[in-house]
Nanobody
């Protein structure tokens, strides 16, 4: 089974940037949707952005313009570029993949992003 490993989280000041990475343990085949989600303390997990196997992207309305999802197929990796970070972006960020035909879903362990001065 594919495993996902997130990295790139850390402490950043308000207005700063971070790039998160989500590396898959093997090449991914078939139609899929990969995404980033986040869960802030005391809140439910929410969608941040998704990218499909054909490269279509989707973003949470509140994050459009600040966050960008992309992928490098050669490295089996999906990225989340986060700019103009705000304290309210503080959360654990999770990567996941869902195969369209089977509905099977795999999640990473999460990486903590803290936005604070």
């Amino acid at each position: 089974q594919v495993q996902l490993v997130e990295s790139g989280g850390g402490l950043v000041q308000p207005g700063g940037s971070l790039r998160l990475s989500c590396a898959a343990s093997e090449r991914i085949f078939s139609r899929y949707v990969m995404g980033w989600h986040r869960q802030a303390p005391g809140k439910e997990r929410e969608l941040v952005a998704t990218i499909t196997s054909i490269g279509s992207t989707n973003y949470a309305d509140s994050l459009k313009g600040r966050f960008t999802i992309s992928r490098d197929n050669a490295k089996n990796t999906v990225y989340l570029q986060m700019n103009s970070l705000k304290p309210e972006d503080t959360a654990v960020y999770y990567c996941n993949i869902r195969w369209v035909l089977t509905g099977v879903e795999v999640w990473g362990q999460g990486t903590l992003v803290t936005v604070s001065s």
